[in-house]
């Protein structure tokens, strides 16, 4: 996962000066009467009736000029154009090691089509101190934002769009394209709280196109607040669905990213149960599993039940996911289910089966299983006695989720969980599990929900595969 950003924005530095003027939908023309507005769709609507004081008008007036003169210029001209050869060959640039080497030519080539607005960009303290109104200082917004649009100055660009924003003048349906660009190029620059204003004024103004929600969140994670950004995140995602609409994938692996190196379980386990309920695929489940695995440390009869999801899922990805599961499971004590997995480890190509650790397993399971079986019904009759103890009935439960007895393993884990001293969401886990090995989806989700404490997270990642289930056979569902 990257830390470049939860979206695929368009950078700032490679958007072209007529690219953002129309972003905008502004762009400074000539004289003191406030500039056009185009649209996307390039008509023209009016724009604000401004009424600019006669100080203002002294300076803006050869200011505009100023800026018109070096547009013109046959050196600007030249400039102009290799700029946009730089910035093409940069965003031409399909590796993050070409897109590096291609930059410097196109910074330097930016830094020489500023030299060409040296004139008219030293003005620009000046403009703005004479601007003593709002409409004064509206139109000192735009014509700031010609020149910076102009001269591909970035900070220029940035103080005549918070210009046009502070007067006060700009049409409410434009505050929050503006905001969200102030907020952008903030970020952009590093100026993290002006981008977390900006963003915020944005999404409050209403602003849906872009990335602002994902960029707000961002400015969160480049701060380090990190719980700030992931509540936050949580908090859009919750929004989107409840209105029905899409949460881009990309969000959620950049929070569960952020939850990861962070170490946050609770939000390890938020974000990857999140993946694994609205982009259930296979990378995403074996994502979201392994990130819990590595995140929680569960204890190994802990990580067992997390392994089976894994094998429910099949969403194994590499030769350490069956390793990991015939340890956890222990061919001395669930010999069957050990064999089951090294067979699909080999299948799969991902366990050798000469390897000393599979043979070494694959031989105990098989001494096991057949002592193991002669055993089953006396277990079936002591974990259902009142007078066993939770032990009993827990192993007894075990033996048979081992041996892919769902019901009788469920009848065990129940009885379990009424003995005194039982690891309650073990049981609770256990039974859920063999509730989803019986096709009874709504029962298991109803068991998972019980569970408190580290077990949640993988909790929740059961529940989400037991709902999925049900929703491929809701007739079978429908039926327990």
């Not at 008008?57 to 547009?71: E, G, K, L, Q, Y």
């Not at 992931?230 to 908090?235: I, R």
């Not at 069956?322 to 190509?349: C, F, H, M, N």
């Not at 032990?391 to 892919?404: I, K, P, Q, S, W």
């Amino acid at each position: 996962m990257t830390n470049k950003g939860i979206a695929q924005r368009a950078s700032l530095l490679s958007r072209s000066a007529l690219g953002l003027a129309l972003a905008l939908g502004t762009i400074a023309a000539g004289g003191l009467t406030a500039p056009a507005a185009f649209a996307k769709d390039n008509k023209a609507p009016a724009a604000p009736k401004v009424n600019l004081s006669k100080g203002f008008r002294a300076v803006a007036a050869p200011f505009d000029a100023s800026v018109s003169a070096a547009i013109a210029a046959p050196a600007t001209v030249a400039a102009k154009a290799a700029f946009a050869a730089a910035s093409q060959a940069y965003n031409a640039a399909t590796t993050n090691s070409a897109r590096t080497a291609a930059r410097p030519a196109m910074e330097a080539a930016r830094a020489a089509l500023r030299t060409n607005f040296t004139g008219p960009i030293a003005q620009v303290d000046p403009l703005l101190a004479a601007a003593t109104s709002n409409d004064d200082r509206f139109t000192a917004g735009q014509l700031i934002l010609k020149l910076g649009i102009s001269a591909e100055d970035l900070l220029v660009q940035r103080k005549g769009i918070a210009t046009q924003i502070a007067s006060g003048m700009l049409p409410a349906a434009d505050l929050g394209k503006f905001n969200y660009f102030s907020g952008s190029m903030a970020y952009d620059a590093g100026d993290y709280p002006a981008a977390l204003a900006g963003l915020n004024a944005a999404i409050a103004a209403g602003y849906t196109d872009g990335d602002a929600q994902a960029l707000l969140a961002e400015t969160y994670f480049k701060q380090n607040q990190n719980a700030a950004g992931l509540n936050y995140l949580k908090t859009t995602i919750a929004a989107n669905r409840a209105a029905g609409r899409p949460v881009p994938a990309l969000w959620l692996r950049r929070g569960l990213s952020i939850a990861y190196n962070a170490k946050m379980v609770d939000d390890v386990g938020t974000f990857a149960s999140l993946l694994a309920e609205l982009y259930p695929n296979h990378d995403n489940w074996a994502g979201a599993i392994s990130t819990v695995r590595e995140v929680a440390h569960y204890p190994l009869q802990d990580e067992l039940d997390l392994m089976r999801l894994m094998d429910r899922t099949n969403s194994y990805s590499e030769t350490r996911d069956y390793l990991e599961y015939i340890e956890s499971a222990d061919a001395r004590r669930l010999p069957q289910e050990v064999l089951t997995v090294i067979q699909k480890g080999i299948t799969a190509g991902k366990l050798n089966a000469g390897d000393v650790f599979v043979v070494e397993a694959r031989g105990i399971a098989n001494a096991r299983v057949a002592p193991m079986r002669a055993t089953l019904a006396a277990l079936q009759r002591d974990a259902g006695s009142a007078s066993s103890d939770a032990a009993t009935a827990m192993g007894a439960g075990d033996v048979f989720l081992n041996f892919a007895d769902a019901p009788k393993a469920e009848a065990a884990f129940t009885s379990a969980l009424t003995k005194p001293g039982v690891d309650t969401n073990r049981a609770l886990t256990r039974l859920g599990i063999a509730q989803v090995d019986a096709g009874e989806y709504p029962a298991a989700i109803a068991t998972f929900a019980k569970i408190t404490g580290p077990r949640v997270a993988m909790a929740r990642l059961w529940s989400i595969f037991a709902k999925q289930k049900m929703q491929e056979t809701p007739v079978a569902a429908a039926a327990h």
